[in-house]
């Protein structure tokens, strides 16, 4: 007998108005137990009903996700964080009061309601209250809480675009949600909240000064933002190789110069080449060249990562070259996953 492959259905969601009967198809697949590729203003998450375990094991089996790596759950309105938290302290509403509705998650000991699978069998769970209008009206229209990491197989980019979810997951699941390009680009900043001081486990667009405006104590530390062997991880993104494409990829950090001028001295005119706008003159007889914007706003390069580092999937190359931000604001998060990418390859000029 022959199985026929699953069809999936691409449907249009970026104006919440005109394309509301969409979010709700969309929900109507999330309350059967499937998943669902879904936007959300930093990356496209790959959703599930929070409370069905089966849904929930369908997300780890459709991405060929280590069972280690725990959950992030998704809701849209503030109190529901209360419904699968506990010992939220005072503090924290402040945090909330500066950054919810936004691209941040907190880490809070959780509920019983929430299961070992969702949280990897720790004793806490990780909440984001995503600042996408749409992604928030899935979250009403399904009834639920939503369970969305990256839209992306395992250690793979995460995805930006529907084309991007598409092209991993076709076939796999039933339906994407196409929202447009995401805002942002990156995936949300994480603080661990179950701790005395609140640490920060990983960057994303909020910069470090203005999470320390709200937080004066909070903790951030590089060996914190990885664990290894049999740890089990607080957070997605800080044990397994993410963020990589096909090719092997080599970050340079440095003076901005100095790392073109490293990279045009070692790489050959048949590897793939991601710098900044200011120094594509540098590359000229290069095949390959991408611009990540230039270096003196990095908002261009966080939206483009991702992306560009897919594109050179579509290459038939050896090697990907990449001209590292300066590691600060923005920076820092952009560096943070390309470090990844790298699976540690990184040269410092």
């Known amino acids: 007998m022959v199985v026929k492959a699953m069809e999936t259905e691409v449907l249009y969601v970026k104006d ?18 499937e998943v669902v590729a879904i936007p959300t203003e930093t990356v496209y998450g790959l959703a599930a009903d929070a409370f069905n375990e089966n849904a929930v094991k369908k997300i780890f089996k ?12 998704h809701i849209y309105k503030l109190e529901q964080v209360y419904d699968i938290c506990k010992d939220i302290h005072k503090d924290a509403e402040k945090v909330f009061d500066a950054f919810w509705p936004g691209s941040v998650t907190l880490i809070f000991n959780k509920k019983d309601c929430i ?9 806490t769970v990780g909440v984001r209250f995503p600042k996408s209008e749409v992604a928030r009206a899935i979250i009403k229209e399904s009834g639920t809480l939503l369970v969305a990491p990256s839209a992306n197989l395992s250690g793979k980019p995460s995805t930006t675009s529907a084309e991007h979810c598409y092209n991993d997951l076709n076939g796999k ?14 995936e949300s900043t994480i603080i661990d909240m179950s701790t005395p001081d609140p640490v920060l486990l990983r960057p994303g667009a909020i910069s470090l000064d203005d999470i320390r405006k ?15 062997g049999n740890e089990i991880p607080k957070a997605p993104g800080m044990k397994y190789r993410h963020y990589a494409p096909d090719a092997p990829v080599t970050l340079v950090k440095g003076d901005y110069a100095k790392t073109s001028k ?5 790489a050959n005119e048949e590897n793939a080449v991601i710098c900044f706008q200011e120094f594509l003159k540098d590359f000229k007889n290069y095949e390959h060249v991408y611009s990540l914007g230039s270096f003196k706003t990095l908002n261009a390069a966080a939206q483009k990562t991702f ?12 090697h990907i070259y990449v001209q590292a931000p300066k590691d600060s604001g923005l920076g820092n998060s952009i560096i943070n996953r390309l470090e990844k990418a790298s699976a540690g390859d990184v040269i410092n000029i």
């Open 115 to 123: 299961s070992d699978t969702v949280s990897a069998g720790m004793k």
């Open 173 to 186: 699941i039933p339906c994407i949600l196409d929202g447009g390009p995401c805002s942002i680009g990156l």
């Open 62 to 73: 459709v991405k060929g996700r280590p069972q280690d790596n725990p959950l992030l759950v």
């Open 307 to 318: 992306d560009l580092l897919r594109e050179c999937d579509k290459l038939n190359i050896s």
């Open 214 to 228: 709200v937080i004066t104590n909070l903790v951030y530390k590089k060996n914190l933002l990885s664990v290894k």
């Open 262 to 266: 490293w990279i045009k001295e070692n």
């Open 16 to 33: 919440l108005n005109a394309n509301y009967q969409n979010i709700v198809k969309g929900a109507e697949y999330l309350k059967k137990g």
